[in-house]
Nanobody
Framework: VQLQASGGGLVQAGDSLRLSCAASGLTFSPLIMGWFRQAPGKEREIVATITWGTGRPFYADSVKGRFTISRDSAKNTVFLQMDSLKPEDTAVYYC????????????WGQGTQVTVSS
């Protein structure tokens, strides 16, 4: 299984970006797919997740109202629409899959850099 994340870039505060994460080689339906981020010198943190079967989203407080997670089940792809970006959103963004029956995210993508200038 591979996760290919894309869509990062350098933008100004207030701009938008849309991240995509395509999963290939899946032999199962994910339980949850999520986006995480890690800024320099900081621990990795959860950004948003989506329950694959129901589409139910979860958002970290820091991104509520600005970010939207969605999925295309037919293409095994998850998206993160990021609006009203702030400099503190600067980080490497990773997508990950939590398999059914597991309590952790066991499959990770390579990360895509998001840089927001003030």
């Amino acid at each position: 299984v591979q996760l290919q994340a894309s869509g990062g870039g350098l933008v100004q505060a207030g701009d938008s970006l849309r991240l995509s994460c395509a999963a290939s080689g899946l032999t199962f339906s994910p339980l949850i797919m999520g986006w995480f981020r890690q800024a320099p010198g900081k621990e990795r943190e959860i950004v948003a997740t989506i329950t694959w079967g129901t589409g139910r989203p979860f958002y970290a407080d820091s991104v509520k109202g600005r970010f939207t997670i969605s999925r295309d089940s037919a293409k095994n792809t998850v998206f993160l629409q990021m609006d009203s970006l702030k400099p503190e959103d600067t980080a490497v963004y990773y997508c990950a899959v939590r398999r059914p029956g597991r309590d952790n995210y066991s499959i990770w993508g390579q990360g895509t850099q998001v840089t927001v200038s003030s």
